[in-house]
């Protein structure tokens, strides 16, 4: 029924920059040059993105009974992701997060985390995991009831002839779960992490692994998943375990790089679903990425599958 299942976070994001002096309290009012109600969560940017590209998507989640989680619903469904999976919480709030940008491409960034924690296995129909050929989980670390199940839901989907794969982002708390990961990267076909993500990663596996990104690549893909990691405007790299391939993608002039990473994600997947080996793949994923900031928010400039074909430079176009 379906080219992938998407699961984990979506809420509004509130961007706001760029943000010219450090963020002032005591009641300053500060000025900034743009703003922007979008939709956000790695999960939902990332959905969207592969729904742009083409593929029949699906969404299982948790959002609250309030306008916030009305308005989600309804991006998602008008950027043709279906969502009869996403449960309405009756009592808890949906996530909201603002993002603060400033000059130079860095960002902060705020979430009220409402409905994150109660997201558990049971938001997830076995019937949708039996019904896809690609299942993706994004934000692994906010969602601890979740990422408990994910294991267990990763091994039922690949049981159905599913592939998988898993972007962590960030932890907040700092421990990156040497523990827990262990069992989600057993049954992950795919880890697409970005450069700082993947170090730390890495070394919550391995406290000696210090230095090159390619190291951290190679140790993570050592654990049995083809790993992916974005490195901002460096391009990116994949590590099978025993071949690294890289990429320095196209330049653009970028407007806002929130979401990035997600519609690179969503290139990389729609990619290989379309049968393209991992080399191939990395240069259309990094396309996605890149195209994906030309616009504010993480969803409005989302590229078409023709769209981001035909930024994808040649070999005699790509720099040595």
Known sequence: MFDLLVIGDANPDVILGPLDAPLAFEQREQLVGAGALTLGGSAAIMACGAARLGLRVAFAGRVGDDDAGRYVRDVLNARGVDTEALRVDPALSTPVTVVLTRDGGDRAILTAPGTLAATDGDDVPESLLAATRHVHAASYFLMPGLAKALPGLLRTARAHGATTSLDTNDDPSGLWDPSGLAAVLAET??????AHEARHLARSQDDSLEGALEGAAAALAARGPLVVVKNGADGALCHDGHTLVTTRGITVTPVDAVGAGDSFDAGFI???LAGLPPARALDLAAVCGALSTRAQGGTPAQPTWDE??????TKEQQPT
């Open 189 to 194: 076909d795919i880890l697409l992490p970005n």
């Open 270 to 272: 729609a990619a290989i």
């Open 308 to 313: 981001a074909v035909a930024h994808v430079p």
